[in-house]
């Protein structure tokens, strides 16, 4: 029997954790072979170029489309939609693949999706059913409709996508794969490498070994106009609270600019003493940054996902991640930096929660693998009711 091919669309940062257990799973699998299409900002160094991190980690890309147009407004946004349908396009047709894969809800998502599901190839969409808000609601859930195998991250995102009108027996929950690489980090004690040795990024040196919290803080694109505004408050708040703390580079979005912008602005006219900043980190090092962190402030999906699993602390800003399924350790606040400054004062001094498995166990790479490798794979569905 030939080898099932596979073809895992990257389209940034983030998406790479989502996935990479499962991409070690299918490349090991006997029955499938893995096309890894490398596209969008994974390939943009301002984003922290995730492909090398991709590339280091033993992946070879089968394909890179360059599809980012300049501007991080919503207009750029659907541009980038557009160039990314045809060109990967072109890829499906030249790879062939027996399935592809797009993975969660961001913007760009979509483009894989039509893609592959104009030219008749079956489409898998990774954790599909969750609740986000912004543009990422529904581009999750029209990449869902557009999908002929669901593989979801929870019972309550299961439910949902069957309500969607899939057909159940299409709808697996496998977990969330960037629990796997959380639970790969769990059993280590200390934090085994020095963040600015390892990884440079810009700012003071930190006396960080007593503590430390992480920021990572996205625009929120139904509220573009306002992420100068937003990351303002929240730098603001953090610069206050004179704490050691480690900043990351935020996703390309519409607002993401302003969001840039506002961090260069204060990092050049307040210097902040307190503050470190980087682009981007090796998926597992991240983990463990946050794992031996204080806390996690922003409002990244990591602060759903992986820090329920590991039970940190998190204080959510804002409406990015507005009713998605979270654990007893997030509290939420708006973008207010008196709001921030008191939540962040509090939170940094609790112990961990207890840690949660809404996401997953830590075993959906395998699972995920085994379903590309054994599941009847169609492309052909009517809605189910």
């Known amino acids: 029997m030939p080898k099932r091919k596979i073809c895992v669309v990257v389209t940034a940062r ?13 490349n090991a699998h006997p029955s499938l072979e893995l096309q890894l299409v490398l596209a969008g900002s994974a390939l943009l160094d301002r984003y922290g170029n995730a492909a090398d991190f991709i590339e280091k980690d033993g ?3 089968s394909a890179k489309v ?6 991080e407004n919503p207009t750029t946004m659907a541009k980038t939609t557009g160039i990314g349908v045809m060109e990967l396009t072109n890829v499906f047709y030249n790879l062939q693949p027996d399935a592809v894969v797009t993975i969660a ?27 986000t808000g912004s543009i990422d609601e529904k581009v999750r859930h029209a990449n869902t409709k557009l999908a002929d195998l669901h593989l979801v991250s929870s019972d309550d995102a299961r439910a949902r996508v069957i309500k969607l009108g899939e057909n159940p027996e299409k709808v697996i929950n496998t977990g969330c794969p960037s629990i796997d690489l959380v639970k790969e980090i769990c059993a280590e004690e200390t934090l085994n490498f020095d963040p600015i040795e390892k990884y440079g990024g810009v700012g003071e040196e930190l006396n960080w070994k007593d503590g430390y919290a992480v920021v990572m803080q996205h625009p929120v694109t139904t509220e573009y106009q306002k992420s100068r ?17 480690f900043w990351f580079w935020p996703n390309v979005d519409a607002g993401s600019d302003g969001t840039s912008n506002g961090i260069r602005t204060f990092r050049e006219m307040v210097k902040p003493k307190s503050i470190h900043f980087f682009k981007n980190m090796e998926p597992l090092d991240f983990l463990r940054l946050l794992k031996h962190s204080s806390a996690l402030i922003g409002n990244s999906s990591a602060g759903i ?81």
């Open 14 to 26: 983030p998406s790479y954790s989502r996935i990479k257990s499962a991409l070690t799973a299918i």
């Open 59 to 61: 992946f070879k890309a």
């Open 66 to 71: 360059f599809m980012v147009l300049e501007g």
């Open 105 to 131: 809800d961001r913007f760009e998502t979509i483009a894989t999706s039509i893609a592959a599901a104009y030219q008749n190839i079956p489409l898998v969409h990774i954790q599909g059913g969750e609740v």
């Open 229 to 245: 505004e937003h990351i303002t408050e929240t730098l603001e708040a953090i610069n206050k609270l004179n704490y050691p703390v």
């Open 305 to 385: 996902r992986e820090c329920s699993y590991l039970g940190l602390p998190v204080v959510n800003i804002g409406n990015r991640q507005n009713r998605r399924l979270r654990g007893k350790n997030v509290r939420d606040v708006s973008p207010q930096r008196d709001e921030i400054y008191d939540a962040v004062k509090e939170i940094i001094n609790y112990n961990k929660f207890p840690g949660s498995q809404i996401y997953g166990n830590g075993e959906a790479g395998k699972k995920i693998a085994e379903i590309l490798a054994s599941s009847e794979l169609s492309f052909s569905k009517t809605i189910n009711y």
